[in-house]
């Protein structure tokens, strides 16, 4: 498996732990993402389902790195992602800096890795034939 699969997996085991926090403990969830606002438990579990279903693009992605569909899925869950916090942060006022700069540490890290690495497989399949 390649650095990027088994960076993807790392933030994926992370994503999961978000997951954990949304459904079950969501006092943990507010103090670490959405710090300047209160949350209901509806809440919680709605960031929950989203953060699996990211979760799940980043094993998918991780162990399928050739397939285009995924990778785009998983990639534009990063933009997405980050467009939503900094949104959060920037107009609503709901996140602390501090924790805007880990999500945009991720998913920019994320982001770049993946747009540099975006035809290295087609590079190393057209080697092969």
């Known amino acids: 498996m390649k650095a990027l699969g ?7 085991s992370l994503r999961l732990l978000s997951v954990w926090f949304g459904f079950f403990d969501i ?11 209160t949350m209901t ?3 919680g579990r709605t960031f929950g389902v989203w953060t699996l279903l990211t979760c799940t693009l980043c094993f998918l992605c991780a162990y399928n790195l050739e397939n285009r569909p995924i990778y785009m899925a998983t990639f534009l869950s ?7 916090f900094l949104t959060e ?3 609503y006022d709901t996140m ?8 945009a540490f991720f998913a920019g890290t994320s982001i770049l890795w993946m747009l540099l690495q ?6 190393s399949q057209s080697k092969r034939s």
Request: hydrophobic share 55%; no cysteine.
């Open 6 to 12: 088994y960076w993807l997996m790392l933030v994926g």
């Open 96 to 103: 602390a800096i501090k924790n805007l700069a880990t999500v």
């Open 78 to 84: 990063f933009i997405y992602a980050l467009g939503h």
């Open 118 to 123: 975006w035809n290295s497989h087609r590079q």
């Open 89 to 91: 942060y920037l107009f």
């Open 27 to 37: 006092w943990a969830l507010r103090l670490a993402v959405f710090s300047n606002t």
């Open 41 to 43: 438990e509806v809440h």
